[in-house]
């Protein structure tokens, strides 16, 4: 999990501002730069350009410097949420291109609320696969450390 230590806290954590409540708080960051997101977000600054690169993220430029907003921040946020729980870049830009669609964030929340739904189905199977896996290993595992100490006993007479 990509953790701020230093801050205490999560950096891939949900909130309402990652939805694009804004809370009114003056004292928070409008700006950041490219080595404060690497930094409170756990990525190299080549990560930050490529999904510049794949239109994840849209800073201004000061001459040869990236400016990043909160929408930006909010949209790493998502970025790193939705790939640690197995969506595509692909399928998490779908998702955050429709921001764009001005309705409110209705059709948005609606659509993100369907495919996170849908990862959790797969991620459930994912999870029942791999118990079902690990079992099998432990069961075969036990069969043959028994084997190997009957064999070892055999071969010790």
């Known amino acids: 999990m990509i953790q701020n230590i230093e801050a205490g806290f999560d950096a891939t954590a949900m909130n309402a501002d990652d939805f694009g409540v804004d809370d009114g708080d003056p004292s928070k960051a409008t700006m950041f730069t490219i080595g404060d997101l690497a930094r409170e977000f756990g990525v190299t600054l080549r990560t930050l350009r490529f999904y510049e690169d794949k239109a994840l993220l849209n800073p201004k430029r ?7 907003s909160r929408r930006d921040r909010a949209r790493l946020k998502l970025v790193l949420m939705g790939k640690r729980v197995g969506f595509s870049l692909t399928e998490i830009k779908d998702m955050l291109d429709l921001y764009d669609l001005r309705d409110g964030q209705v059709t948005q929340l609606k659509v993100a609320l369907n495919k996170f739904n849908e990862q959790i189905a797969v991620l459930e199977q994912q999870k029942k696969d791999i118990e079902q896996a690990l079992a099998e ?10 084997l190997l100490k009957e064999k070892e006993a055999a071969g010790q007479r």
Do not use: F, K
């Not at 000061?62 to 990043?68: E, I, M």
């Not at 290993?137 to 028994?146: H, I, Q, Y």
């Open 62 to 68: 000061d001459g040869l410097n990236r400016l990043y």
């Open 137 to 146: 290993l432990r069961r075969t595992t036990s069969v043959v450390s028994g």
